[in-house]
């Protein structure tokens, strides 16, 4: 009997840094979607971010996500430097290729949904993973209006049937909607803009790559 492939939510961002919005909807994910886990892609460089000042470097933001990941099915990761990829669609491709034991769903909310037609190659994305999308106050209506949301409204699944993922044939889209959480990482940055300080010269292991990181 063949053994059961893991099925895995992928969540990109800065993670700059990491808050409780960023797990709250994680774990949420992990119980709509029945995922064995989820790994945090932290991003070495956001291209729609690139250049942005208060950006904290790519250890401290890491440091911080696996904090803010603890005793929880997630993992916090910069396999991206590793694979040596921009975009996402590039990461995707290559995920999929050297972990041929799991299922990946890409977990995005809808402020970036919103703008997912800005993305490199977006329809490739959607082709190559499943998608659920969380509801985010405010983004709604926007993204729903989109570009992206007008080719992809035809491969829309019902939230019913979010727990049948990985049985779809991408694309596939899900919309979830969870109880909001007001965690936001520029709140954060505003009330302490050296937050990354705390995780300066620490040496960590990737707990996927398991390279370390300085």
């Keep these: 009997m063949s053994k059961a492939r893991i099925a895995t939510g992928l969540l990109g961002g800065s993670f700059n840094p990491a808050h409780r ?5 994680t774990l949420s994910a992990i119980a709509a979607l ?11 460089g956001n291209p729609l971010k690139d250049g942005a000042a208060d950006m904290a470097p790519l250890p401290a933001r ?12 997630i993992r916090a990761t910069v396999i991206e430097r590793h694979l040596g990829t921009r975009y996402t669609a590039e990461t995707l491709a290559k995920l999929v290729r050297r ?4 299922h990946f769903i890409w977990l995005m909310g809808s402020d ?29 209506a926007t993204a729903h209006a989109t570009r ?21 044939r991408p694309p596939a889209l899900v919309l979830l909607r969870f109880r909001p959480d007001p965690g936001s990482a520029t709140r954060l940055r ?3 803009p050296r937050w990354f300080h705390a995780f300066q010269h620490q040496a960590l292991r990737d707990p996927v ?4 990181i300085i």
Excluded: C
């Excluded at 919005?21 to 909807?25: G, K, S």
């Excluded at 029945?34 to 070495?44: C, H, M, Q, Y």
């Excluded at 972990?99 to 799991?102: L, Q």
């Excluded at 949301?149 to 939230?159: N, Q, T």
């Design 148 to 168: 992206a949301m007008g080719w992809l409204r035809r491969f829309v699944r019902p939230a019913g049937q979010a727990r049948n993922w990985t049985t779809w």
């Design 62 to 73: 890491l440091a911080s996500a696996r904090l803010m990941a603890r005793r929880a099915p």
């Design 21 to 25: 919005a960023h797990r709250r909807i």
């Design 190 to 192: 505003a009330e302490d």
């Design 209 to 212: 790559t398991r390279r370390i």
């Design 99 to 102: 972990y041929p034991n799991r």
């Design 112 to 140: 970036n949904l919103a703008q997912f037609h800005r993305w490199r190659d977006w329809r490739k994305i959607a082709r190559t993973v499943p998608i659920a999308v969380v509801a985010r106050p405010g983004y709604d």
């Design 34 to 44: 029945g995922l064995d886990e989820a790994w945090w892609l932290v991003s070495p």
